[in-house]
C-alpha cells in the first residue's frame, strides 16, 4: 500500500484507510481526511516537511509523520 508521504506532486489520490489511533486519528478525520476523500498533492517543502494539500476544496499542511498514517490508492 502507498502512504501519503510517498506520493508525488501534482498527484490525486484517494484515502482508501486511516492508521494510528485515538488523538491522532481523531485529528486527521477533523481536517477531512476520511476514507474515500479525494487528495490533491500540491507541493512539498525543500526537506520534505510539511507536505501542502488540498482536500475538501481547501488547502492543508501535513507533517510527514502524519502523511505516513494515511493510505492512498
Do not use: C, H
Not at 20 to 47: H, N, S
Amino acid at each position: 500500500m502507498k502512504t501519503l508521504k510517498e506520493t508525488k506532486i501534482g498527484e490525486t489520490v484517494t484515502v482508501s484507510k486511516l492508521n494510528g489511533d485515538g488523538a491522532i486519528k481523531r485529528r486527521i478525520m477533523d481536517m477531512g481526511i476520511t476514507k474515500g476523500a479525494e487528495i490533491f498533492v500540491r507541493k512539498v517543502a525543500p526537506l520534505g516537511d510539511p507536505i501542502e494539500v488540498r482536500v475538501r476544496g481547501y488547502e492543508l499542511s501535513l507533517r510527514k509523520a502524519d502523511a505516513e498514517l494515511i493510505q492512498v490508492k
